[in-house]
């Protein structure tokens, strides 16, 4: 059995965390419907809220509470949403090279070095490309993870306003 050369175990490697990076990213992409289902909740809750406010009573404290937290949770809740749309935004479609300019680097190679070196140019540019799209993948696949996970937290906030508003409706109905 032969052992693999540092240069084809570079070439593994990178091509191997380069998949692993791209499977991430298909990852986040397919959790974001965690924060957008609790974003959906959220907003048919605030519409069941505000049709049982009663807006003439914001003289009152707690109506005026009521109103705050509100909102407070639709702050929130925008927030989340600009957070969802940021987790897309950002993500990163950078690819290895394809076919045929990895022809035409091949008869670059063939052209400028010979026949001996084309196997080992080829390797070389593959990894290298591997290496670059695995990097701009890490890169977008940390700040779109981030995204996601304060789009989760904003709606956890909103929510937790919203039921602090819920909980104050019943003093507010009474009066």
Avoid: C
Avoid at 106 to 116: C, I, P, Y
């Amino acid at each position: 059995m032969t052992m693999p050369s540092s240069r084809e175990l570079r070439h593994d490697h990178f091509r191997q965390i380069f998949l692993s990076e791209r499977s991430r990213r298909e990852s986040i992409r397919s959790s974001i419907g965690t924060p957008v289902s609790a974003i959906s909740f959220a907003v048919f809750a605030l519409g069941n809220l505000a049709v049982r406010f009663d807006a003439s009573r914001l003289n009152e404290p707690i109506a005026v509470a009521i109103a705050a937290l509100t909102a407070v949770s639709v702050l929130a809740l925008l927030g989340a949403v600009h957070q969802v749309f940021m987790v897309e935004w950002l993500f990163v479609h950078h690819e290895p090279p394809r076919l045929t300019d990895l022809v035409q680097a091949e008869e670059s190679l063939r052209a400028g070095k010979g026949e001996e070196e084309v196997a080992a140019g080829m390797m070389d540019l593959m990894t290298a490309s591997y290496s670059i799209a695995f990097e701009q993948y890490l890169w977008g696949n940390t700040v779109s993870a981030r995204s996601r996970t304060r789009a989760l937290r904003l709606v956890i906030l909103s929510l937790t306003f919203l039921a602090a508003g819920f909980l104050l409706l019943p003093f507010h109905l009474k009066g």
